[in-house]
Nanobody, 113 residues
């Protein structure tokens, strides 16, 4: 079955950086479109970034130019490099194969002002 394990979250000051990782199993990772999502307190979960099997990417307007999604097919891992972090980026971050209903446990990102 699909399993996803996110890591790399933490507490950082505004303007700082974090790199999230998501290790996937139970899927043919190299042909799977992967997404990073986030959910802030009191808000709906939103799609932040997507990376397709060929490596092309899409980003939400709110993170464009600051976040970079990448993948390592040899390690079945997708990353989210987050730079110039803002307090409004505070959320629990999740990765997911876009076709699958399975979520990981998420990783908390807190950005202090």
């Amino acid at each position: 079955q699909v399993q996803l394990v996110e890591s790399g979250g933490g507490l950082v000051q505004a303007g700082g950086s974090l790199r999230l990782s998501c290790a996937a199993s139970g899927i043919i990772f190299s042909i799977t479109t992967m997404g990073w999502y986030r959910q802030a307190p009191g808000k709906e979960r939103e799609l932040v970034a997507t990376i397709f099997r060929g490596g092309s990417t899409n980003y939400a307007d709110s993170v464009k130019g600051r976040f970079t999604i990448s993948r390592d097919n040899a390690k079945n891992t997708v990353y989210l490099q987050m730079n110039s972090l803002k307090p409004e980026d505070t959320a629990v971050y999740y990765c997911k194969a876009t076709w699958s209903p399975v979520w990981g446990q998420g990783t908390q990102v807190t950005v202090s002002s």
